[in-house]
């Protein structure tokens, strides 16, 4: 699979060339899946979104911050099965308050630069995941964990 600084390159790699994330969060037990644009910070410890204060997923994340994000390089082709990537990222979510806002919403939107009237809304709240785990996943059964409390060192 490959050494820690390869799988955080592929992760950088992966998070570059991708624009949406599936978000799971969840509420009374029940989970609930969204997609979302993201970003990632540079040393892959955060990951960062937008959302309305009125969506399900806000409601639900302040009942709970626990989350789940996949983030995948799929194509719907027969293919993805043994070329595909995924990586599903858990942690904690939580909504970016000034001054340290004004720097995610400069690096959210240099991705996203399309989304800058719907970030600078007053209802819009910008959120970052503190990441705790990666989960890579290659050749649909090769599973790589990164762990925030070993400075992402990996297990298989």
Known sequence: ????????????????????????THNSGQPYGSLV??????DLKEILFATTRETRKYVNLSADA????VIDSRSNKESDIH?????????????????????????YLEKHPYLREFVSSPSCALLRVKV?????????????????KDGFNHEP
Do not use: C, W
């Open 1 to 24: 699979m490959g050494n820690k600084s390869d799988i955080r390159q592929r992760l950088k790699t992966l998070f570059a060339s991708q624009r949406l994330a599936v978000l799971a």
């Open 37 to 42: 644009s993201f970003a990632a910070t540079d």
């Open 132 to 148: 705790e785990t990666y989960y890579f996943v290659s050749k649909f059964e090769e599973v790589v964990a990164l762990h925030a």
């Open 83 to 107: 070329d595909a990537i995924a990586v599903t990222a858990t942690g904690r979510a939580e909504e970016t308050v000034p001054p340290e806002k004004e720097q995610f919403a400069r690096m």
């Open 66 to 69: 626990r989350v789940a994000m």
